[in-house]
């Protein structure tokens, strides 16, 4: 089973500029998720995705993120315009029911993105 | 305001002991409580889990304690190995599908 996928690994952008990170679940999870990791400190929790539907946004930092999942498959998550405090790691993690000890989440490998 | 904390940035323990993680929450409200471990460049993997309504959970090598009184749980890891060398992150849920975490513990097993 292949595992959650992110595109790119890294991604270094000057502020202003806009950058679109893409997530593949794995196959068959219908709830999908975003979160971030700022500078070394905890893992935030960003949005929740079931199917196509948005669940959860409550993360989201500003109108500046859009996150998408046409089709209830793929997602992706556009910063733009970007700004410095924009640079951290994203995660994306996907489940195959709501995640709980059960049925944890899985997690890709992340998405490094430095705004200079 | 941080919900899950973890105030041990680091720990260092030689190969065969114990090693023991803490996290903090706040939040009486969390149902279920995870341990993540991470190595570089990888994302989170799922290590164990706790349903509130349980006091201790063990999976081999890794037991994971909880005491709501204190609001505190622990991971034990026994014995160490060098390949548990990780960050390990504390998560707490409620609604079943959002995790909390905490800011992680760097753990070094020495050989």
């Known amino acids: 089973e292949a595992g959650v996928t992110q595109f790119p690994s890294h991604s270094v952008i000057e502020k202003g500029q806009t950058v679109t990170l893409r997530c593949d679940p794995i196959?068959?999870?219908?709830?999908l998720y975003w979160y971030r990791r700022v500078m070394g400190k905890e893992i935030k929790f960003l949005l929740h995705?079931?199917?196509?539907?948005?669940?959860?946004e409550s993360g989201m930092p500003n109108n500046r993120f859009l996150a998408e999942r046409t089709g209830g498959t793929y997602s992706t998550l556009k910063v733009q315009p970007a700004e410095l405090e924009d640079s951290g790691v994203y995660f994306c993690?996907?489940?195959?029911?709501?995640?709980?000890?059960?049925?944890?989440?899985?997690f890709g490998n992340g998405t490094r993105l430095t705004v200079t | 305001d941080q919900q899950v904390k973890q105030n041990s940035p680091s720990l260092s323990v030689q190969e065969g002991r114990i090693s023991i993680l803490n996290c903090d929450y706040t939040?009486?409200?969390?149902?279920?409580f995870l341990w993540y471990k991470k190595y570089p460049a990888e994302g989170p993997t799922f290590l164990i889990s706790?349903?509130?309504?349980?006091d201790k959970n063990e999976d081999g090598r890794f037991t994971v304690f909880l005491n709501k009184s204190a609001k505190h749980l622990s991971l034990h890891i026994v014995p160490s190995q060098p390949g548990d060398s990780a960050v390990y992150f504390c998560?707490?849920?409620?609604?079943?599908?959002?995790?909390?975490f905490g800011s992680g513990t760097r753990l070094l097993v020495r050989p």
């Open positions: 706790i349903s509130s309504i349980k």
């Open positions: 995705f079931v199917k196509e539907s948005k669940q959860d």
């Open positions: 939040n009486s409200m969390f149902d279920y």
């Open positions: 998560a707490a849920a409620y609604s079943s599908y959002k995790l909390i």
């Open positions: 993690a996907s489940s195959q029911d709501r995640g709980t000890g059960e049925s944890p989440l899985h």
């Open positions: 196959s068959g999870h219908d709830n």
